[in-house]
């Protein structure tokens, strides 16, 4: 049907995928949240297509070119 449709993911998760879709570095968001670097790969890994539709969004609303 077209719709994009994100799983649910915690909150923590959620705010990583926000700050990657703003091209924030690995190390930059292990900062933030109090995680390692390999922990926000994994999330970078896992949610590819969710940080794509989030960068999407961004775009979209304004917030990123």
């Known amino acids: ?3 994009r449709r994100r ?3 915690t909150q923590q998760k959620f705010e990583i995928v926000k700050a990657l879709a703003y ?3 690995n190390e930059q968001i292990a900062t ?3 995680i390692t670097a390999d922990e ?3 999330v970078r890994t896992e949610y590819a ?3 794509e ?5 961004l775009q979209k ?3 990123i070119k």
């Open 1 to 3: 049907n077209g719709k």
């Open 7 to 9: 799983r649910k993911m």
């Open 23 to 25: 091209d924030e570095t």
């Open 32 to 34: 933030a949240e109090g």
């Open 40 to 42: 926000v790969q994994k």
């Open 49 to 51: 297509a969710d940080v």
């Open 53 to 57: 539709v989030a960068k999407a969004d």
């Open 61 to 63: 609303a304004g917030y």
